[in-house]
């Protein structure tokens, strides 16, 4: 189990016969390369999920120089499952990725795959992370096969308190009615859940929600777009494409 807060990583693991916990700020780099030499001693990685995520109101720069929420959302699990790469195929893991219904708002133009050009949106920034994570899974699917699969997929609007810290693109919902409306957080994970664990039903690079494959936007259907991030993100992580 692996979060931000030691104290709240620890607590979970605990609830989890005990698991071990390890804490890491995507916002850090050197912080994922540190969690990447440490779960590279497991002997086995079945399945790595990307969960962790956030939106922020104004644009922030990270110590490595990038938008927050493109590093927090994407790159910090990009260089993770990279660095990983040994392990994940000796494994013949699964990497699963938490996307949204969000990234079809994000489609970019070529050059703007990670910090989109104009005045900085809480919501465009979310998108466009959230876009980067499906084009990521569809390029990580035709990379790695057939050794490692990779799906992503939308937990829909799940009331937790992710966002409300920060005023990102979500925080407002939850000081209002609107939580009544949506849905638990078991609920949210119950698709994250069966990818994890399902033997067929499942697509590999593909976009699922409601433990079903769904539609995604044309834009996160373009190979090019997604070889061209791909090679993007190594660059902007010290990593060969």
Known sequence: MVGRSPEKTAA???????????????ARLDDVRRLAAELAELPRIDVLVHNAGAS???RELTVDG????????????????RLLEERLRASGARVVTTSS??????????GHLLDSAGPYLATRAYARAKWCNVLFTREL??????????????????????GAASGGVTGLAFRTPLTAFMRT????????????????????????????????????RDDVRARELWELSARLVGLPA
Request: include cysteine; charge should be negative; hydrophobic fraction near 40%.
């Open 101 to 110: 219904f969000m990234h079809w708002a994000g489609g970019s133009r070529r």
């Open 185 to 220: 957080p078991a609920q949210g994970a119950d698709t994250l859940v069966w990818l994890a664990t399902a033997d067929d039903g499942w697509r590999n690079g593909g976009h699922h929600a409601d433990r079903s494959p769904t539609w995604t936007a044309p834009s996160a």
């Open 66 to 81: 990038h938008e927050r929420t493109a590093q927090v959302d994407h790159l910090g699990p990009y260089l993770l499952t």
């Open 141 to 162: 699917a035709r990379r790695w096969a057939p050794e490692v699969t990779a799906t992503c997929f939308d937990p829909g609007a799940v009331a937790t308190s992710f």
């Open 56 to 58: 922020f109101a104004r």
């Open 12 to 26: 979970v693991a605990a609830d989890l016969d005990g698991a071990r916990s390890a804490t890491v700020d995507l």
